[in-house]
């Protein structure tokens, strides 16, 4: 018979979620705020962490490069290989590009002023007092959160663009306050601190006001009437507010996912919530679509969360000691044990290189597919090799995983095999074909 385009394996993700622990990390980009530094974290020995003597090296020195650094906490990676790093003391947005392929990006015009917020820094006069969180869209739009507590300046989301590609966002037209929230009143009433944009084309914030007008949550904003701006009452909503919890809500990181799940980071109960609008209603039901992902088990201070694809969140601790920790829901129970589900990868008092301040971190996406290729088909009567892909996600409780095959030969009976075990066996039981399972 002939296989099916497109068939759904709910069972194979318990599997899916226990390679997902043993695959290769990704590079990792940290954000050290203390040492004004751009650190490069790599897992060059396989071995699960970044404390080798080479895994954390120099990427940007903002106290010798091009541009001054004073207190880098926002940061991102985009696919073109630069690294964008907003200074909340400088004002800045900086890019950095290592063009020469040596590690670094310290060379002569690889470190640029992308977006000036100071006071007469760009055409438009648009003021970035302290920028706390980037996101940037694939078509290059930057949304910064701009927040200056209770100290003087502007509290805003900037959308920021290079419309006529000169290596800025500083000309007339680039820069748009976005968002000054209508609470607004004494500066610090409203305190966006994280920014993401989700698949319905909305804007989410972190809210971290020091006053109960907005309460402190993820809040939704979407432009209705399309001028660009959000200027109605209306394109403002609540999207989540946690329930009271023992100590004062401090959200200051939210991240989002390839299926529009959000986490959002408490620091002052030191919990990460898991987000998932089942009802599309636009909001999240505390009781039925919020779940305490992470409770720390002890003291914890998380500033930064990522997402790699196969849904593990990578965590940035500046803590004593500062660590990078990975989050892997490897029983897929929708919750993240602090005990067996934490990896730690990074940990200042083993490795050689010690960061000052973890703040931020940013890692670089080299697959964007579920699961790692190992193993070549041989080709088929087809003359081409079958493949197979994975899509959606690696938690059960999302039911929502697929399995497609490709380049199959018609009316040939087919099934899928699983393993923990990775393998190479060469016409096994006489087949024509390779074995990639142990």
Request: glycine residues 10%.
């Amino acid at each position: 018979m002939q296989l099916p385009a497109r068939l759904s394996l709910l069972p194979l993700l318990l599997h899916l979620g226990t390679l997902a622990t043993a695959q290769d990390l990704p590079t990792i980009y940290v954000a050290d705020r203390s040492d004004q530094v751009v650190w490069t974290c790599t897992d060059l020995d396989l071995d699960g962490t970044y404390n080798g003597p080479t895994e954390t090296t120099v990427f940007y020195d903002g106290n010798t490069g091009a541009v001054p650094l004073s207190d880098n906490r926002a940061i991102w990676h985009s696919d073109d290989g630069a690294v964008w790093v907003g200074d909340q003391d400088e004002e800045i947005i900086v890019r950095l590009f290592d063009a020469n392929d040596d590690g670094d990006a310290q060379d002569v015009g690889e470190a640029t002023v992308w977006f000036d917020g100071r006071s007469g820094g760009n055409a438009g006069g648009v003021i970035m007092t302290s920028v706390t969180g980037l996101w940037r869209d694939p078509d290059g739009v930057f949304f910064v959160s701009s927040n200056n507590t209770t100290s003087g300046g502007v509290d805003a989301i900037l959308r920021l663009e290079d419309l006529n590609q000169d290596g800025d966002a500083n000309d007339a037209g680039e820069a748009v306050d976005f968002y000054l929230p209508f609470l607004g009143g004494a500066v610090g009433q409203s305190i966006p601190t994280s920014v993401v944009r989700g698949a319905d084309g909305a804007i989410y914030y972190a809210e971290n006001g020091i006053t109960s007008n907005p309460p402190r949550g993820a809040y939704r904003l979407e432009d209705l009437d399309g001028s660009g701006t959000i200027d109605q009452a209306n394109e403002v909503t609540p999207y989540f507010i946690a329930p009271p919890q023992a100590g004062n809500a401090f959200h200051w990181e939210i991240t989002i996912d390839a299926n529009g799940t959000i986490y959002l980071g408490d620091n002052g109960n030191e919990i990460i919530w898991r987000l998932v609008d089942a009802d599309m209603s636009g909001a999240i039901d505390p009781a039925t679509e919020a779940t305490q992902y992470w409770t720390a088990g002890g003291s914890s201070t998380i500033w930064d969360i990522d997402i790699a694809p196969d849904g593990t969140l990578y965590v940035a601790e500046d803590q004593t000691p500062d660590r990078l920790l990975r989050f892997v829901d490897v029983n897929s129970d929708g919750t993240i044990d602090p005990v067996t589900e934490v990896f730690e990868l990074y940990n200042e008092t083993i490795s050689p290189n010690p960061f000052g301040s973890a703040y931020g971190l940013a890692l670089v996406d080299t697959d964007p597919g579920l699961g790692t290729n190992y193993c070549d088909a041989n080709a088929n009567s087809t003359g081409a090799r079958a493949s197979i892909t994975a899509s959606g996600s690696t938690t059960v409780a999302d039911n929502d995983f697929t399995l497609e095959c490709s380049s199959m030969p018609n009316f040939s009976f087919s099934f899928f095999l699983t393993s923990r075990v990775q393998s190479f066996v060469v016409n096994p039981g006489g087949s024509a074909g390779n074995l990639c399972l142990g």
